[in-house]
């Protein structure tokens, strides 16, 4: 018997007329069979009683108004690859899952004096939404509640312990409701179960303030995500555009220059059922996290293959200079590792927003720059306040939204940074030490180029350039003498240098009057990249990397 049960009989049995010291017999309330359900919320894994924020009982009082809550049981808690509403049983195998955490629990007590034969009537409206199974991994379904909405249970099934899973969201809070019938008495519960759904995203270049349908609120809260999305000197160009790939980050200090080569991408889920306070009435919190897997590869003049390098990233960390997805590296499939900053979200129902802007601002000393980023986004549930962070912490309530952004660069003729776009490209040719010579160099890349770097050293004594390979030894097709070509009004030298079938350098004297002469360690430096795998891009999906 509930508590408010036991003070009313208590309070009218003292307050009853009596007649010769005899409570009248319309008082019944001592006869009356007690009929109990306790219901406990989600977000725990029953199996090994480990809580990930859930796991409370509704409190008798609560049970029809606040009542209990789940979440669509969407997701792949155990990490097999499988859907856990498809999936059978949900347990853990290995450190890429955990076991069922998504599930109500439901305790039907046997009522006192019940007896042999006489029986207890379980319905479930809405109960196309809901399964019930007799263990906390699913493994066994009590099919009748599922799919016509009751179950009749003996005196020697009770008590009993059932496990509710959501497999579509409320419409309404606590719009699915379990009834306990027991010689016309009842007790009820109530549920409500809540998804989230990825609406769309921003990849586009976009010269707007955007989303359009933001709440402004949002704009002076404590999450403002959007001045930073939509303020010039921050993530837009100088062009003004806000989104998609190609250059952003306007330079203070030079306006109308960008600092960084990359994407700008923006994300939209919502939450449902809306128009509940899911923080005031059931202590819901919502976050947006993600999941990166990057790989980075720099090519040094001084190698004559680009080499992989790990990108700073939090743990579980580099792998062979990639940056694994975490379920790729013996973690659970739900751990984020991308999420060290909450200045990106808005996690305030019933719209929620992510922005990210993976790019670079410029190779050091490399010549060619490759980075190819794979991520997933996706929105987690907690029942607890918590510094989120990069720690499993709840359940994911959405969809994982996959997409990726990859970019290759080079060091252009005059030393700047820029898109690489074709599939065979050479960089500079870039001048070295001393600097600042009037000279001019040009690259042909021939029939049968390979991914080299080269060097044309002067050698002051004969006047010639010579070409050699990345170890700087050596001499590739010979010392190449000068030929007079005309300039007018004057005369300078050129010379031809040629790694034949492959590359072709032309060094060319100044033009100024009287031309000035190269001189000692005059260096010109430039490197063939070959790569049918060149992709300048932000778009929705995983791609497969490699150069």
């Not at 990849?203 to 001045?227: E, S, Y």
Request: with cysteine; net charge negative.
């Amino acid at each position: 018997m509930k508590l408010i049960q036991l003070l009313v009989c208590y309070l009218s049995f003292f307050s009853a007329p009596y007649i010769y010291g005899q409570m009248l017999p319309n008082f019944v309330c001592t006869n009356e069979p007690t009929v109990n359900m306790a219901i406990f919320d989600g977000l725990m894994d029953w199996n090994s009683g480990v809580s990930y924020s859930g796991g409370k009982e509704v409190l008798p009082a609560d049970e029809t108004t606040r009542g209990a809550i789940i979440i669509v049981n969407k997701n792949d808690t155990d990490g097999d690859g499988i859907e856990d509403y498809v999936d059978p049983e949900v347990v853990s195998l290995g450190a890429n899952g955990r076991n069922e955490i998504d599930l109500a629990k439901l305790i039907i007590e046997k009522p006192p004096g019940m007896i042999s034969g006489e029986t207890v009537i379980i319905t479930v409206n809405n109960f196309a939404r809901v399964k019930f199974y007799n263990h906390p991994t699913k493994l066994v379904e009590e099919t009748d509640l599922h799919t016509i909405g009751s179950i009749v249970y003996q005196s020697t099934d009770l008590p009993k312990i059932l496990y509710i899973e959501s497999i579509s969201p409320s419409t309404v809070q606590g719009d699915i409701v379990v009834t306990m019938d027991y010689k016309g008495n009842l007790d009820i519960v109530h549920l409500t179960a809540v998804t989230v759904d990825f609406r769309r995203s921003w990849l586009i270049n976009a010269t707007c303030v955007c989303p359009d349908n933001i709440d402004p609120t949002v704009l002076i809260g404590p999450q403002a995500l959007f001045p930073i999305v939509n303020t010039i000197m921050t993530v837009q160009s100088f062009d003004g555009s806000n989104y998609g790939f190609g250059h952003f980050y306007e330079d203070p200090i030079n306006p109308g220059t960008d600092q960084f080569l990359g994407g700008r991408a923006l994300y939209e889920f919502e939450v449902t059922p809306g128009g509940i306070n899911y923080n005031a009435i059931f202590g819901l919190n919502f976050d947006i996290t993600r999941q990166i897997e990057a790989q980075q590869w720099k090519f040094k003049g001084s190698l004559d293959a680009p080499i992989p390098e790990c990108i700073s990233l939090s743990s579980p960390g580099c792998v062979s200079g990639v940056e694994l997805f975490p379920y790729h590296n013996g973690h659970d499939n739900e751990l984020p590792n991308d999420d060290n900053s909450a200045n990106d979200e808005h996690n305030t129902p019933p719209l929620l927003y992510s922005f990210d802007s993976p790019g670079l601002m410029g190779m050091g000393s490399s010549r060619f720059g490759i980075i190819q980023d794979n991520f997933h986004e996706f929105v987690r549930v907690s029942l607890s306040p918590t510094a989120w962070g990069e720690n499993l912490i709840g359940s994911r309530i959405s969809e994982k939204v996959s997409w990726h952004m990859f970019i290759n660069v080079r060091t252009g003729q005059s030393n700047n940074f820029e898109l690489d776009p074709l599939p065979t490209s050479n960089s500079g040719p870039l001048t070295s030490a001393p600097f600042g010579w009037n000279g001019t160099s040009v690259v042909n890349i021939l029939a049968n180029p390979i991914n080299r770097s080269y060097w044309a050293l002067f050698d002051v004594v004969t006047d010639t350039w010579q070409l050699t390979d990345a170890t700087k030894t050596g001499n590739i097709g010979g010392a190449m003498a000068w030929v007079n070509i005309a300039v007018p009004p004057t005369i300078i030298k050129q010379w031809t240098l040629e790694d034949p079938m492959r590359a072709r350098l032309i060094i060319t004297e100044d033009t100024s009057t009287p031309p000035i002469p190269f001189g000692l360690n005059n260096v010109f430096a430039f490197t063939i990249f070959d790569s049918a795998n060149k992709a300048n891009e932000i778009a929705l999906g995983l791609k497969v990397s490699g150069y």
